[in-house]
């Protein structure tokens, strides 16, 4: 599950870490092996950068383990998985937009904000850029630029005034043993520790083009 990032300020490097293999545990679990993954890896990982980052008010792997308990084979994670985030029926919507304007967030918003940062997606990219581990994957690659300030940034306008009402929407649905609701608290606990309180008037970065990881699966 562990993204391996360019050799970097060791830091910079565990936090491109944690935002890129946050990212990917907020996809569909459309192998055995991301499910694998996701019970093995994904909880030593996260405890891991937990003590090393120092993020002491987030919550315990051991809760996520417990979490993981009621689906204890692949087909129960996707099923689960499919049901609350997938359409046409999905319970709960993983685009970060739906929480910030009611709707998608326009697309030329972020795509804007990614091009101020000297990124853009790859060709064979397809999901909304608001989704949920579209933009972790994307902090994970401004993270590694080693810009704290930029990261800080892009996270209050956008992660942080959203991750509240997802966190309320899966609430509101009765599953609060879902393993994908301990995964927004530990992501909302992380950015909160890490980048401080939300943005109240976001604006687009008026900024000249930061330097691309030079390992980035962004395009330039």
Known sequence: MTSKPCALDPSAATLASLWLTLARAFLPPLEAEH????????????????????LG???????????????????ALLLHYSELFLAPRSRVKLEVGHYLDGATMAQDTLNRWHLAYGLDHSADYHDCSDHLAAMLEFLGEVA???????????????????????????????VGNSPYL?????????????????????????????????CSPWDS
């Open 57 to 75: 008010h987030t919550p315990r792997a051991e809760e996520l383990l417990a979490a993981q308990a009621a689906y204890n084979e692949h087909d």
């Open 182 to 214: 301990w995964l927004m608290r530990f992501t909302l606990s992380a950015l909160e520790q890490l980048y401080g309180p939300p943005t109240a008037d976001p604006e687009i970065p008026a900024m000249a083009a930061a330097p691309r990881a030079a």
């Open 35 to 54: 499910w694998r993954a996701m019970h093995a890896a994904l909880p030593l990982d996260l405890a891991e950068w937990r003590h090393e980052l120092g």
């Open 144 to 174: 590694g630029l080693d810009e704290p300030q930029l990261a800080a940034e892009y996270t209050r306008v956008f992660l942080l005034p959203a991750l509240p009402r997802q966190i309320q929407a899966m609430r509101r649905e009765g």
